[in-house]
């Protein structure tokens, strides 16, 4: 089966840009988490969304949003962008809440900001 | 809040030597622990899970992880190693999120 689907894979954004990230699960997943990675602060959890309810949210600025559709497919959103915002954006996907249920990983969206 | 920590940020072994990466957690709540690996270029990749019942994980590709509640570990292990295990490997937890540790990057000489 396919795999989770990220796009773009690579984008460079200007400061102050917004960006929009799309992620798509596997088909008949109805949890998406995305994460940002970076090599100061690993991976940090982002937000989860279940079927189109967000259900956590981390430790990110308001700049930081994100929506699901009811199709499951996923998209975040960062808005006013800042040069610390440079990260791989994981998107994952699972069958239930990612609690019980294993999540696959998307190859990411490397975002440069310059 | 729940958290993860992991021992070594480098580890380097030659091919065939076994391999121990720490992992520590912390929660109050239902214990589900994660390993999870990231070859170089690829995605992240789930190794072994542990929700409850046998604390003897077996995952994939060899590896298996023991769930020690007395020590709150969860250390991955592999009796041998090869140079394709060469990755960055991540545990995990998940309580109200999937927390990630800061990840052990490991290097297999030939």
């Known amino acids: 089966k396919a795999g989770v689907t990220q796009t773009p894979r690579y984008l460079i954004k200007t400061r102050g840009q917004q960006v929009t990230l799309s992620c798509s699960p596997i088909s008949g997943h109805r949890s998406v988490s995305w994460y940002q990675q970076t090599p100061g602060q690993g991976l940090q959890f982002l937000f989860e969304?279940?079927?189109?309810?967000?259900?956590n949210k981390g430790n990110f600025p308001g700049r930081f949003s994100g929506r699901q559709f009811s199709n499951s497919r996923s998209e975040m959103n960062v808005s006013t962008l800042e040069l610390g915002d440079s990260a791989l954006y994981l998107c994952?996907?699972?069958?239930?809440?990612?609690?019980?249920?294993?999540?696959?990983f998307g190859q990411g969206t490397r975002l440069t900001v310059v | 809040a729940q958290s993860v920590s992991q021992h070594n940020h480098h580890v380097i072994l030659s091919e065939a030597a076994s391999l121990e990466l720490g992992c520590n957690y912390s929660?109050?709540?239902?214990?589900?622990l994660f390993w999870y690996v990231q070859y170089p270029g690829q995605h992240l990749q789930l190794l072994l899970k542990y929700f409850s019942g046998d604390p003897l994980v077996k995952g994939i590709k060899g590896f298996e992880a023991e769930f020690i509640k007395s020590k709150f570990s969860f250390n991955l292990r592999k009796p041998s190693v090869q140079w394709s295990d060469t990755a960055e490997y991540f545990c995990a937890t998940y309580g109200n999120k999937l927390v990630f540790g800061a990840g052990t990057i490991l290097r297999v000489k030939s």
């Open positions: 994952a996907s699972s069958l239930g809440t990612a609690e019980l249920s294993e999540a696959f």
């Open positions: 929660y109050g709540g239902t214990v589900n």
């Open positions: 969304y279940f079927s189109e309810t967000q259900r």
